[in-house]
């Protein structure tokens, strides 16, 4: 038998919350973001700059698509911080950017203690939402934290400036790091490296380490240097030598 129940039509329908915004404090940790109070209780954090043009003030009800709005205003600060954190670390490709923006996306999971237990478990913890990426990349480029001719400028200045690196060995390392040809192509006839060079300071370095010059050969080759080009800069270091 299937159990009544009786619905009064005059039944008061379940009080709606007003989403009145009932305080606006400094956070503790950063003195740049603040927390955000609806009907007192602790909703999320906001950038300052957010808090302004968001036109948020203690007292105002906030309507669904302006409660909407700071919640998703909310995520972006969080996220721009991860982001820009990763950016400062050290000059980054955009392909790197993307790869982490996307990465922050995936929920993973966490292990965290237990406060009542003193016990640590796993969690999964939500990741960013995914929509926010093309947002944060585009602030970042905006902002100058995302240049590939910079990036690739500096790789080429700075890799193994003691070691020695051959130019096909740059060309297919940019090119790991998602730099275009045509990038690849301008930075390298800007630099002043040449495979010469390069291939003395790899020669003074190895020189000893093989016993004969047929494995250093093997070596430098193996390296991206041209066989007709270690054989000269070889000639020239042993006649030097001699």
Known sequence: MLETITIFDDEPAPKKSARRITDIKEAVKDKNRVNLY???????SLDISQVVDLHLKVGKELSD???ANVKQASEFGKFYTR???YALL???S????RDYLKKKTLNRKIRVKNRRTGEYETREKQGYDASLVPLVFSRLEDRGYIDDYRFAKLW???RNV???TSVKKLRLELTQKGIDDRTIDRVLSESSRNDND???KIIAKKRHKYADDQKLIQYLVRAGFNYSDVLDVLSVDASSGA
């Open 162 to 164: 003691s070691k020695g």
């Open 198 to 200: 390069e291939l003395a």
């Open 156 to 158: 080429v200045e700075n």
């Open 65 to 67: 698509e302006e409660y």
């Open 90 to 92: 050290r000059p980054r």
């Open 94 to 97: 955009s392909k790197e950017i």
């Open 83 to 85: 982001a820009l954190e």
């Open 38 to 44: 609806i009907d007192d209780k602790f909703f999320c």
